[in-house]
Every structure is written in C-alpha cells, then in structure tokens.
C-alpha cells in the first residue's frame, strides 16, 4: 500500500542494506550517486530496482524533492512480479540499460 513521504525526507542512503524498490504514485525523488545529482524522477518511475536485482548496498542516494506518494515493492513481491509478469521484467531490462546508457554518457 501506498505510503506518504515529506519533502527533504532521504528514502534511503548509498551505502545502506536495501531490501525493496520504490514506485512512485505522486511527486519527484532526487536521486544522487558519490553526491552528483544524476536524476529526477517522477509519478510512474521506479526507483532502488538494483538492490533487488543485485544483493548489494544501495548504489546511490534517493531523496524526496517534493511530498511524494510512493509503494515499497519487497523481494516477495518483486520476484512474483517478474516471475508472472513478462513485460515487467521486460520493462526492467529496457529501464536498467536506459539509465547505465544516461550514467555512461554523464560520465564520458
């Protein structure tokens, strides 16, 4: 279920245990990696997808720009999704590749 966050809250922090991904319902997540802004998300984007694609700490730091309306989506669920839902993991694969392309592009 959906739950609110407050404008400035940090969601989580790089380097932190991740354990789920975010979608967010309404408003905009800064998210930033070694303190360099690299995105402004926005309502329909997901966001903390690695931590459940890979066991690893968070790679990067998401903060709430505005008040937000966000569902937490655990690994239960998550692998549910992909597991029943084609076009999901599809839909994964095509966000992943988009954002290593935007990273490689910032970075070079």
Request: charged letters at 25%; aromatic letters at 8%; hydrophobic letters at 45%.
């Amino acid at each position: 279920s959906a739950y609110e966050v407050a404008a400035g809250s940090v969601i989580f922090r790089e380097g932190e245990a991740g354990d789920c991904l975010y979608v967010i319902l309404t408003g905009e997540v800064d998210v930033s990696v070694n303190g360099h802004h690299v995105w402004c998300l926005r309502s329909g984007e997901i966001f903390g997808e690695m931590a459940l694609v890979e066991t690893r700490a968070r790679s990067a730091t998401a903060i709430a720009r505005t008040d937000c309306r966000l569902v937490r989506i655990d690994e239960r669920r998550f692998l549910f999704l992909v597991s029943q839902t084609p076009y999901f993991a599809l839909g994964l694969l095509r966000l992943l590749a988009s954002r290593l392309r935007a990273m490689d592009e910032t970075m070079s």
